[in-house]
């Protein structure tokens, strides 16, 4: 049996390959919901100290994260790169949890393979720099789930606990155990010998432990609604993620699209599809008398009991139905994943490295649907192009008002964010759609340039095209829309294109208005 290696030493080589990879966008700007939400809340945190943002509208979202990143600034400068560098830490963090999970319940093989799959599975890559608090929630979780499966209830306790006020989504998997357990004292006793490891304590003194999650966050709620007279974060803000997805087509649709996203998304499919194959077509492989070891099947049914309790929550909830919201459940996929592989083929390791190869391409090309830039490094373009555009647009027209939508209203009038020397003044509209630049049209005196992008990523040919019925759906449950491209924009607006620029599928222009009274003054 190989000796286990030291944790610290994990954690170090983990530390320093990540910010090895991701050393390129550490000096990137703010990116969409960072810019939008979870900087401003720092920065809010780091200035006055108060826990409930006032730049932003709060979102209920617990302060973990944020004050993890206003510590960093305290301690090392106001900055993008110190804000993605705090990130980094949590994401080797997270790792480590991902590799001491997995060298419990399979071994140190396994553990690491997993590890490095879960490090360049391009949506775990991309969200590990940006100043977002999924993948911190996901981390911990990972780290109660060690403590879980070790039955160390206080240490399980505390990382549960952490990892709820990292976000409030993160109540899912001790709920999810709680169940489990409660569950366990009602089960057949033959159900509880094949589904439950046995153990010395009780399964109700584990729920109980497993309830102090429950009661921190709603501690937290509590203190939320004494500063806002609110609950669940702002009425918009609980309207689009929570009242408004409460249909039953609706949870069909976004069901779909969350196990997709667990078992499939970004070239997941090779090694779940592996996986499946190997154990229908392959015997496991022995090693002298004995089969090669397999993850116990109490262990991989809570694996599947946390997977699908957030299958399930993130298909009823959730407005924008983003992958990295099922971060906590993508690693337990693949751990068991990479397990079977090692249980059944011999030369797995080298299965294992061409799905990650896979992965690391996913970094570079869009698949040939619609997804989040955020979900690899397309997000990268996005930030490019913002970048450019704005100094472009700062220094041509310094005090212009300009037509635009989120998240470029915030880029152009917060510089903190990154993209301009000094605030520039903003008309606003949703979107880009056809409808949005039709009105803007009536008000045109009211600005003076006009900034548009992709607000969101398409690909030319999408597989999705075909099937005009789920274009619909897509309309009415998920917020789709049409960008116009910018010269029918320009030519709507009664404008010219003045700057224009395109990475792998997403665009942003400048629009100059020409005014009505100069077109006079040249006809006549």
């Known amino acids: 049996m190989r000796s286990s290696p030291q944790p610290a030493l994990v954690f170090a080589a983990i530390l320093v390959a990540i910010f090895l990879l991701h050393a390129p966008l550490l000096r990137l700007p703010y990116f969409w919901d960072e810019a939008g939400y979870y900087v401003p809340a720092a920065r809010d945190l780091l ?75 391009p949506v775990f890559f991309a969200q590990s720099s940006m100043a977002h608090v999924d993948l911190a929630a996901a981390g911990l979780t990972f780290w109660g789930l060690f ?34 357990e409660l ?88 090694l779940t599809s592996v996986m499946l194959l190997t154990m229908l077509l392959l015997p496991p492989l022995r090693e002298g008398d004995v089969e090669r070891s397999r993850i116990s099947i109490p262990v991989q049914m809570m694996f599947l009991v946390v997977v699908a309790a957030y299958v399930v929550a993130m298909a009823l909830i959730g407005g924008a139905v983003l992958a990295r919201y099922m971060l906590p459940a993508v690693p337990l996929v693949i751990i068991v994943a990479v397990s079977t592989l090692r249980r059944r083929v011999r030369y797995w390791l080298a299965i294992v490295g061409v799905i990650a190869v896979a992965f690391v391409m996913a970094w570079f090309h869009n698949p040939p649907y619609g997804f989040s830039p955020e979900d690899n490094l397309a997000y990268r373009d996005y930030v490019i192009l913002h970048e450019n555009a704005e100094r472009f647009l700062e220094a041509r027209y310094p005090m212009a008002h300009v037509l635009t939508a989120w998240p470029a209203s915030d880029e152009l009038t917060r510089p903190w964010l990154g993209y301009t020397t000094r605030p520039v003044q903003v008309v606003r509209i949703e979107d880009f759609s056809l409808e949005q630049i039709l009105s803007a049209a009536d008000f045109r005196s009211h600005y003076d340039v006009a900034l548009v992008f992709s607000t969101k990523y398409e690909p030319r040919r999408s597989l999705g095209d075909r099937w005009h019925r789920w274009t619909e759906w897509k309309r009415r449950f998920f917020g789709f829309h049409r960008d116009l491209p910018p010269a029918a924009a320009a030519q709507i607006l009664g404008g010219r294109i003045v700057y224009s620029q395109e990475r792998k599928g997403q665009w942003i222009a400048v629009i100059e208005i020409e005014r009505e009274e100069i077109l006079d003054a040249q006809l006549e």
């Open 47 to 121: 200035l006055t100290g108060s826990l409930i943002p006032h730049t932003t509208v709060s979102n209920a979202h617990p302060p973990l994260v944020m004050a993890w990143i206003a510590l960093w600034w305290k301690c090392f400068g106001f900055a993008p790169l110190v804000a993605r560098a705090s990130m980094l830490v949590i994401a080797a963090f997270s790792l480590l949890g991902i590799f001491r999970l997995a060298e419990r319940v399979a071994n140190v093989e396994v553990a690491v393979a997993s590890t490095v799959c879960t490090a360049v599975y």
């Open 147 to 180: 403590a879980y499966t070790e039955k160390r209830r206080v240490a399980m306790a505390v990382w549960f606990s952490l990892a709820v006020l990292a976000k409030e989504t993160a109540i899912l998997a001790p709920l999810a155990l709680g169940a489990w």
């Open 183 to 270: 569950f366990r004292l009602v089960a057949p006793r033959d159900w509880r010998q094949l589904l439950w490891e046995p153990g010395n304590e009780r399964a109700g003194s584990r729920i109980l432990w497993l309830l102090i999650p429950v009661l921190l966050l709603g501690g937290w709620y509590c203190f939320h609604f004494v500063r806002t007279g609110y609950v669940f974060g702002n009425p918009e803000f609980f309207r689009y993620n929570v009242a408004s997805t409460l249909n039953p087509l609706r949870f069909g649709l976004a069901l779909a699209l969350r196990l997709w996203q667990t078992f499939g998304y970004l070239h997941l499919w090779l």
